[in-house]
């Protein structure tokens, strides 16, 4: 069992801290590797020694607020885990030698499963790194360009851009102080918003092409298969920012997008609107996440695995069946 | 010659006038059509005989802010231009009729060519709607959630959705302060950037079949032709959107869409990013706009207009051509 801790008791205890390791879950985005570069500068602007690890390589379009943060080597003696709702999104090497010993989780995930020693969760945040910079202005941290552009990418990665319904007036004033500090922000939005390689828009069309409709339109099926990625050229930093694609179609409910995994398996992304809560959806089929942006993963062919995701949105969703 | 005046004495000149005609620009936006009904609005709470006239007929995805703002009939006094650049953007009929006799001119464009008696014009702003909610708190109006949620749109639209390099700190407070009074923002960010029609998602795919690139993918040009359009199914509220998808392919500077008008001839829209002027190459084509987004038009073929807008590109920026 977790003890939920309020903000200022999370500062309390990373004061108390020293010897830090902090991680972030796999396949890392910006508000994972935001929360946790932020987090560890502010704490070594404080004098202790930390660490961030990821159980999968950092995407090079993070180089901007990673690739100079030097990673030193020590025995931790406290263990945090940033934007990681359940210790398997560790990863499985991660997983295995710290998910039975984390001391402090900060995350914004409702869906958190409550497994470190104290729990700093704040559902209604957009972004773990709302959490993280509130902990770190209780620490006395003052804001350096470099700990305020990791915070903004954790907030406008996870907000679409600040597109998304969580983007909600206290999103866009930390943005805004966060800037007053010094963002590259055009760039920062750029990089996570505004570019796709020529192989990414090929990957697009091929998957448009294939889009599926269900329920009067309600709900869009969009699959990526492996033989579409290897057509396309697209590669592993080409995939982002995909699932959201069919929900964007007028009249869509339920927006899901299945792509295939090495193994042949499925994950799926589940995006909804005001209509229905997408981690119900997902719930069904052992994963989660949040009411408007939710994953899971099945195992078995695309039909299959089409067929199960259609089943679980039918049942969390009754509405979606017009007669 | 116009006389620019400061966001106060507009405030003042506003104060003193009654029966006030608002006028939005041509192909109207969230910008123009958010500033001229936040106007309307506040000015009418301070019991002003308000109209707000534009060119062409409002698309109904505005149905949010405009549809239940009654416009009396009445002699006007005062004629204000809201984000209206040049008389000539007022369309034909009003450009006539007001074009020669705008008493205030409120924008953000810094290709306002001043033709107004008094212009209120402030490049620095993402939004018109960013130096009408100025002028609104100097009148001393409060804000209301239906003028909050004007402003909202006119900042949000004009900024990409917080995307742009436009969008600064001030762009977000301001967007937070409308949304502390009750905006509806899932629901306008859904409408503007986030809906698209199948008929708008077939276009895209034709488009990016037709995608052309030069300069080492430096510049990238799209065609949207009426046949195009035609063959998608894509009605005018589909259309808006388009010019940003240039320039978000990896390593394009200039980011060019060529859309085919009724008579046959091209609209011609430009972006681009940090390494290169937009409002500088449509200038040589006789258009103008920002330093991230313009626009100008060319009459002729296809590959008449292609030629020139590239050779504009060229000319504006000689860094393009390499070796």
Redesign the interface.
């Known amino acids: 069992m977790t003890q939920y801790i309020s903000d200022r008791q999370a500062a309390d205890l990373l004061k108390k801290a020293d010897n830090i390791l902090l991680l972030a879950h796999q396949y890392p985005d910006g508000d994972t590797l935001g929360s946790n570069f932020a987090l560890c500068l502010a704490l070594r602007s404080m004098g202790k020694r930390v660490r961030v690890l990821c159980g999968d390589p950092i995407p090079e379009k993070y180089d901007y607020m990673t690739a100079e943060v030097p990673m030193p080597d020590f025995e931790p003696e406290y263990i945090c885990a940033l934007d990681v709702a359940d210790p398997k999104l560790l990863g499985p090497a991660l997983q295995a030698e710290y998910g039975h010993r984390v001391d402090l989780c900060i995350d914004h995930h409702s869906t958190n499963v409550g497994y470190a020693t104290h729990s700093c969760v704040d559902a209604s945040c957009a972004a773990a790194a709302m959490v993280i910079l509130r902990i770190i202005r209780l620490m006395g941290v003052v804001l350096t360009p470099a700990i305020a552009t990791c915070i903004y990418t954790g907030i406008a990665t996870d907000s679409g851009?600040?597109?998304?319904?969580n983007?909600?007036?206290?999103a866009?004033?930390m943005?805004?102080?966060c800037?007053?500090v010094g963002v590259p922000?055009?760039?920062i939005?750029?990089v996570n918003?505004?570019?796709?390689?020529?192989a990414r828009?090929e990957l697009?069309?091929l998957a448009?092409?294939g889009?599926e409709f269900h329920h009067d339109g309600r709900v869009a099926m969009m699959t990526i298969t492996n033989e579409m990625v290897a057509k396309s050229g697209a590669k592993e930093n080409d995939m982002e920012g995909l699932p959201?694609i069919p929900?964007?179609?007028?009249g869509v409910w339920v927006g899901i997008t299945l792509r295939q995994k090495a193994d042949g398996n499925y994950k799926i992304s589940v995006r909804t609107?005001?209509h229905a809560d997408a981690s119900a959806i997902c719930v069904l089929l052992g994963g989660g996440g949040h009411n408007r942006a939710a994953g899971c993963a099945v195992d078995g062919t695309l039909e299959e695995a089409k067929a199960a995701v259609l089943k679980a949105a039918e049942e969390a969703l009754p509405r979606l069946i017009t007669g």
Chains 1, 2 share one sequence.
Request: aromatic fraction near 10%; charged fraction near 40%.
């Open positions: 851009c600040f597109k998304y319904s983007a909600d007036a206290e866009h004033r943005a805004a102080d800037m007053d922000y055009e760039m939005n750029r918003f505004d570019m796709k390689s020529r828009i697009e069309r448009l092409d889009m959201p929900r964007q179609i007028e609107g005001t």
